[in-house]
């Protein structure tokens, strides 16, 4: 299953077709989100847009990613760390593997989750508008780390 943005303009496409007005500032925080797994910090997401554009402010990128998350176009991941996570991948239904070390989300696709339900009864008078299911582990990198650090 794809988990990134099938097409580097996908995002852009649908913030056109919705009217957004795609100023050079806009452009480059929407180009920074694009790629495999991306879940990256308003400060990641900030460096890559200056590096394209140097004249960005860090108040732009968090105004665009504010905006981004109220249109619905990105999602809001927030790690164990505290740090909010960008996810522009909306296309495609899909739940987080989460490293508890380093913080490195992965977009997943489990198999069974479409019967993942709650019930009524604890559903405390909320009108459900979504669900997302974060399995937590920790990646090869940090597991080699965690290696090396018991042979020392």
Not at 8 to 31: C, H, K, M, N
């Amino acid at each position: 299953m794809e988990s990134a943005l099938a097409n580097p303009e996908e995002l852009i496409d649908r913030l056109r077709s919705r009217g957004w007005r795609l100023s050079a500032q806009r452009r480059v925080v929407a180009e920074a989100l694009q790629g495999d797994h991306v879940h990256m910090s308003a400060e990641e997401i900030y460096s890559l847009a200056r590096e394209r554009l140097e004249e960005i402010s860090q108040a732009t990128v968090y105004n665009t990613l504010r905006e981004l998350v109220s249109m619905g176009e990105v999602r809001v991941l927030l790690a164990d760390d505290g740090v909010k996570r960008y996810d522009p991948n909306i296309s495609v239904a899909h739940h987080h593997l989460l490293c508890v070390r380093c913080q490195t989300f992965k977009d997943v696709h489990p198999r069974g989750d479409e019967g993942v339900e709650l019930p009524d009864t604890e559903r405390f008078g909320f009108v459900l508008t979504g669900m997302d299911i974060v399995f937590k582990g920790i990646c090869p990198e940090c597991q080699l780390s965690l290696e090396v650090q018991d042979r020392d």
